[in-house]
């Protein structure tokens, strides 16, 4: 358990791999809930169809829910890692 420089308890201190994905020009922020590293091609949901596209994984960062760099509420996973060409 960890607890906070001002007294409290952090409620979850789970270490979570985030992506920044170049999506069709646009880098966006995903939960990877399988290892990816920079330059992997990925399948990722993106803004409001149905359909995932490919994107490319940019960089990664290790985050708890505390330092997350987009709202866990709004996060989206990356579907699938694709074969590279």
């Known amino acids: 358990m960890i607890h906070s420089l001002s007294g409290g308890v952090l409620a979850d201190d789970r270490q ?16 990877a809930p399988f290892p990816v590293e ?28 505390q330092t997350a760099p987009v709202p866990m ?4 996973s990356i579907e699938k890692k694709l074969e590279n060409p």
């Open 16 to 31: 979570m791999l985030f992506a920044k994905v170049d999506v069709m020009g646009t880098p966006c922020w995903y939960l």
């Open 38 to 65: 920079a330059g992997d091609r990925v399948l990722v949901p993106f803004g409001r169809s149905a359909q995932p596209v490919a994107g490319t994984v940019l960089r990664t960062e290790v985050n708890g829910r």
């Open 73 to 76: 509420n709004r996060v989206k």
